[in-house]
């Protein structure tokens, strides 16, 4: 089962979950319309393209599992976090000269460099005006996350073609990149259901966790995964020099991987042939089980919490997370 058919699932399972889910949708929709048409068009083009929602879906299924109820100020968090992964998904696509994006081509392939980098930031300025209402501690949290992001990045692109990076510099990355919204997004979103300290920082714990797997999976798929399923063509990390898991893994064991890590334009043969030599290395069964040491630890953290169909969801869509690239 995929991630998205994971979050058709829940939505059934929980009918409060699917409300939230319904209002982030709403909100979406009613904070990236501009006064001009076309930041609303090119925001709306990435946006509603697809995305699996998982930042909300572990942000709104926490906010209830520890306890809330009125759904309004967890809808504008979740929201302002789909914003910001959305923003850096622009940003992305800019500095990857990406050309596809979930399936169909990128907003930079489509609307060009110069209106994509603007949307990046108009998308960006709306989730912190959806923010700006909460108090100062909040605030903080998500623009601590925001920082490591953008920190995150400049350090991937340090490590990109450069046979010197080690699975500490891997694990650093990801953890600013991806895993640090999903920490800031469980731990405000135990804040604002009243929990006591101890719990929300094991929910920020959980959500790092969270996001941690969540890579670590996708940077398999790229290895193992087909491209009708995950929306993209795979071999891209490779492609581009990035430093996936499986790719640091197999630098040193596979001259070929180290080759075509390292050249400046790869063609299909060399990526495929380099693909073809990281399945064959026995890399795909450590990225694996690290995963599912992130996953077991974002599962502990859950032992905190009271039983609630919440809580179940929960685990079943961390376990999900795993599931993908099976």
Known sequence: MSTSQASAVMRQAVPRLSEALDRVEVRLAEVLRSREPRLTEISGYLVNSGGKRVRPAVTVLIFRACGGEDLTDIVDVATALELIHSASLLHDDIIDDSDTRRGKPSALKRYGLADTLVTGDFVFSRAFQLCARFEEKLIHWAAEACILLTEGEVMQARFRKNPAVTVDDYLE???????????????????????????????????????????????????????SKIGKPIGIDLREGNPSLPIVLSLNRCPEVRRVFEAAAPSDTDVAQALRAIRESGVAAEVRQLGEQYRARARTSLEQLVASEEKEQLIALIDQLTVRAE
């Open 173 to 227: 990355i990801i953890h600013r990149k991806t895993a640090s919204i999903f920490r800031q997004g469980a731990r405000t979103a135990a804040y604002l259901a009243g929990a006591p300290e101890r719990l929300v920082e094991a929910m920020a714990d959980c959500g790092y966790n969270v996001g941690m797997t969540f890579q670590i999976v996708d940077d398999l798929l790229d290895i193992e995964g087909k491209q």
